[in-house]
C-alpha cells in the first residue's frame, strides 16, 4: 500500500486507534522532526502535508522533451489602472461579460495592456471564438503571445509552430488550423484540405467544407465539383451551395442553361402588362440530380410539387443579374412582372435564396419591400435578418425605425427580425436609433416586460454608444423588469470612464 494511502487510512481510522504513522521517503524525515515533540496530531499532519508537496513536486510533464523556454520580451505599454483590473476580473469571472470585447478594444485603442496576472483567465476566455483571441492579443501586451505559446489550448499560432496538430489535433484544434490557413493561404488551405479528405468521415468532411467560405474563389471550384460526388448527401449539398455563390462557375452556367427555357415575358392584356410565362422543368436526370436538383427535397421546398421544388432549386442557382439583363427589368419590376403567375410562390423562393448567397441588397430591398410577394415564402427559408441584414446601413436603420414605430418591441415574431438587424450593426447602434429603442425599452418596462426582450436585455445593451450611457440610466420605473438591461449599461459605463482615466 502506497504512503499516500497510508495517511488515508489513518485519517480514517484516527490517530488515537492506529498506532503506525505513514512512512516517508527519507529525504522527508527531517523535516518532521521537530512535529514529534507535538503530539501525534501534529506529526501526522506535518507527515500529510509533507507527502502531499513530495507527490506534487514528483509530478512528471504530460510531454517529454520538452524545448528550452524562451524568455518573454520586455512591456512597452503601460498597464491599466487599479480599477480598470477590478473591471476585468469581473467580466472574466462571468459577470457582465458581454462587456469584454469592447472594454479590450478600447484598452488597445488607448495603448494599455492587461496585467501578467489576469492573463491566463483572459487565455482561458479566447479559447471558444478565434475572434476573442485578436482582441486578447491586441490588449494583452507583449507576454500574452509568449504566454500562449506555452499551452496548446491558447495556442493561436499552432498551424505555424505546430503544423504536425493537422494531422493529431482534436477537430477543433484541426478546424482552428485549417481557419488560419484559409484566412492567410486559401490555396494552401484547400490543398491540405484534400490531401486528407478521403480518410475523414462525412461530418467533418461537411465541417471543413464549411471553412471554404472564407476567401471562397473560381480556385476552389475543381474541389467543390469532386465533392458533388461525395458519399455524404450533406458534403454533396454543401459543395452545391458553395458553388452556387461562384457566378462564374461551370455549375452556375449549367444552372442557368436549365432556366433560360423555362422563362419567356409576354405582353398581355388590356393595358399590355408584361408578365412571365413559365414552363415548368422536366423530370431530374442524373446530370441534375448530380448538381444537387432533389425533386422531393426537405425543408423549405418540400411542400411544394416535384417540379415546382425543382423550378425553385434552379432558380436559387441562377445569378440574380441574368434576369436583369435578360428582361430588362429591375428587381422591383421583376417581381411586378412576377404577380398573379401560378409558379410565382416558387420563383420568388428562389429569388429569396439567390439573393442570401449573393449577398445583393437591391434584390434584398426589392423583395422587403414587396410584402405581398414574401408572405408565402416558407419562414425556414427566411431566417430572420437573412434579407434585412445585407441592406446598406442607412436603409437599415430606416426599416428598424419604422418597424420600431409600427410594431413597438412587444411583437414577439416582428422582434426576432429586429434583433438580427440590431445585432448585424458591427459596433453599435447609430444614436437615433439607440435612443428610439431605449423609449421604447422603458415603456414596455413600466407596463409588461415580455419574455422574449427578457432573453435579449445583455445583448441590447451592448449596443448603446458610449456616449448614451449617462442618460440610459435615467427614468426607469422602480421595480424595473429590465434590470439586467440596466446593470450592464451601469457597467460599462463605470468601466469605459475608469479606462479612459488610465
Known amino acids: 500500500m502506497s504512503a499516500w494511502k497510508d495517511c488515508v487510512t489513518a485519517a480514517l481510522l484516527g490517530t488515537g486507534r ?13 523535516a518532521v522532526a521537530p512535529a514529534k515533540k507535538l503530539g501525534r496530531e501534529a506529526e501526522f499532519l506535518t507527515r500529510a502535508g509533507a507527502l502531499a508537496w513530495w507527490r506534487r513536486a514528483g509530478w512528471k510533464p504530460s510531454v517529454d522533451n520538452i524545448a528550452p523556454v524562451v524568455s518573454a520580451t520586455g512591456e512597452t505599454l503601460p498597464c491599466v489602472r487599479l480599477a480598470c483590473m477590478a473591471h476585468l476580473r469581473v467580466m472574466l469571472g462571468g459577470h457582465c461579460a458581454e462587456a469584454l470585447p469592447e472594454w479590450l478594444g478600447e484598452a488597445a485603442r488607448r495603448r494599455r495592456r492587461i496585467p501578467p496576472e489576469l492573463l491566463p483567465a483572459l487565455l482561458d476566455w479566447t479559447r471558444q471564438r478565434r475572434e476573442r483571441m485578436e482582441l486578447a492579443m491586441a490588449a494583452g501586451g507583449a507576454r500574452v503571445r509568449w504566454l500562449a505559446a506555452q499551452n496548446p489550448e491558447w495556442d493561436f499560432t499552432a498551424a505555424d509552430n505546430h503544423p504536425e496538430r493537422w494531422e493529431t489535433g482534436s ?156 428582361f430588362g427589368q429591375e428587381p422591383a419590376a421583376l417581381l411586378k412582372t412576377l404577380e398573379k403567375n401560378d409558379f410565382a410562390r416558387a420563383v420568388t423562393c428562389g429569388w429569396v435564396q439567390a439573393a442570401i448567397r449573393q449577398s445583393d441588397a437591391a434584390w434584398a430591398q426589392a423583395l422587403l419591400q414587396t410584402p405581398a410577394a414574401m408572405q408565402d415564402v416558407p419562414a425556414e427559408l427566411l431566417r430572420p435578418g437573412a434579407l434585412s441584414c445585407l441592406l446598406p446601413e442607412a436603409a437599415r436603420v430606416t426599416l428598424l425605425k419604422e418597424m420600431i414605430r409600427r410594431h413597438g418591441l412587444g411583437d414577439r415574431d416582428a422582434w426576432h427580425e429586429m434583433e438580427a438587424m440590431i445585432v448585424s450593426f458591427p459596433d453599435h447602434l447609430p444614436v437615433p436609433l439607440a435612443q428610439d429603442l431605449l423609449r421604447e425599452l422603458r415603456m414596455v418596462a413600466g407596463v409588461e416586460f415580455p419574455l422574449h426582450l427578457r432573453y435579449s436585455q445583455t445583448r441590447l445593451a451592448t449596443k448603446i454608444p458610449p456616449k448614451l450611457l449617462p442618460f440610459a440610466l435615467d427614468d426607469w420605473p422602480e421595480i424595473n423588469p429590465a434590470a439586467d438591461f440596466v446593470a450592464l449599461l451601469a457597467f460599462r459605463r463605470d468601466a469605459l470612464a475608469a479606462l479612459a482615466q488610465s
Open 18 to 30: 492506529d498506532p503506525a504513522m505513514p512512512g516517508l521517503p527519507t529525504a522527508l524525515e527531517p
Open 171 to 326: 477537430r477543433e484544434q484541426r478546424a482552428a488550423i485549417l481557419c488560419r490557413w484559409r484566412g492567410a493561404d486559401p490555396e494552401q488551405a484547400r490543398a491540405k484540405l484534400e490531401a486528407v479528405w478521403s480518410d475523414e468521415p462525412a461530418a467533418v468532411r461537411l465541417a471543413f467544407l464549411c471553412m471554404l467560405k472564407n476567401g471562397l474563389s473560381l480556385d476552389d471550384e475543381l474541389f467543390l465539383e469532386r465533392a458533388l460526388d461525395d458519399r455524404g448527401k450533406e458534403v454533396r449539398a454543401m459543395a452545391a451551395n458553395l458553388l452556387a455563390c461562384l457566378p462564374g462557375s461551370e455549375f452556375v452556367a449549367r444552372m442557368t442553361a436549365r432556366a433560360v427555357p423555362l422563362f419567356a415575358c409576354k405582353k398581355g392584356g388590356v393595358l399590355g402588362r408584361a408578365a412571365f410565362d413559365i414552363t415548368l422543368p422536366g423530370v431530374a436526370d442524373a446530370a441534375a440530380q448530380r448538381d444537387g436538383l432533389d425533386p422531393k427535397p426537405a425543408g423549405a421546398y418540400r411542400a411544394f410539387g416535384e417540379k415546382a421544388a425543382l423550378l425553385a432549386q434552379i432558380v436559387a442557382a441562377v445569378p440574380l443579374t441574368h434576369w436583369q439583363q435578360t
